[in-house]
């Protein structure tokens, strides 16, 4: 039955892990934005961006997760206990994505929504790593953010299980 146990707690550690992974980075500054031209967290017009020119802009660990669909190690990412009123952006684009009443602590060790802003995010199949899963990425600019399951709590049953590095977080004291 421990065997059992074991092994099931492994294949489930595994469905959101993947082979690469940047390192940790705990500030909750994101300087993404800065030297970033095609930043807005207004203008929602698709991005058609090279890797290549990604590569110039975003900081080593952003580009990897999400240009290349690495994955931060788990329980080591800035949004994974993390409980403040506001809203999740794409760290690469400013595109909106999630607003945190839809966060809940899924104990998985990484940030989990049970829901995002449709007009934020798509869906792409994922057949890496020996599984099927669903990818999820920014509508407007293509970057990887995570994958989604059917694990997930009421109302709607699913778990964003998204990496902190892809997010920036705005909260509502912050906003003007």
Same mark, same amino acid.
């Given at each position: 039955?421990? $065997? ?18 940047? @390192? ?9 934005s800065k030297n970033n031209p095609y930043y807005s967290r207004t203008d929602r017009t698709k991005l058609t961006v090279s890797n290549a ?5 975003? +900081? ?29 952006? #794409? ?10 009443? +839809? ?8 940030? +989990? ?5 449709? @007009? ?13 899963? $669903? @990818? ?19 109302? $709607?049953? $699913?778990?964003? #299980? ?11 004291? @912050?906003?003007?």
């Amino acid at each position: 039955m421990k $065997t059992l146990i074991y092994l099931l707690a492994i294949i489930s550690f595994q469905m959101c892990t993947q082979v690469k992974q940047p @390192e940790n980075n705990l500030k909750m500054d994101n300087n993404s934005s800065k030297n970033n031209p095609y930043y807005s967290r207004t203008d929602r017009t698709k991005l058609t961006v090279s890797n290549a020119e990604w590569r110039k802009i975003l +900081s080593p660990d952003l580009y990897a997760v999400a240009r290349q669909a690495d994955t931060e190690r788990p329980f080591t990412g800035k949004y994974n206990e993390f409980d403040e009123l506001g809203d999740y952006y #794409c760290a690469v684009c400013g595109n909106h994505l999630f607003r945190s009443d +839809s966060k809940f602590s899924s104990t998985c060790g990484w940030p +989990s929504f049970f829901e995002a802003d449709k @007009e934020g995010v798509a869906y792409n199949r994922d057949s890496s790593h020996g599984m099927e899963r $669903t @990818e999820v990425v920014c509508k407007r600019c293509d970057s990887h953010l995570g994958h989604i399951f059917n694990d997930g709590p009421p109302p $709607t049953g $699913t778990r964003y #299980c998204m990496n902190s590095v892809s997010l920036e977080f705005v909260g509502d004291s @912050e906003k003007k």
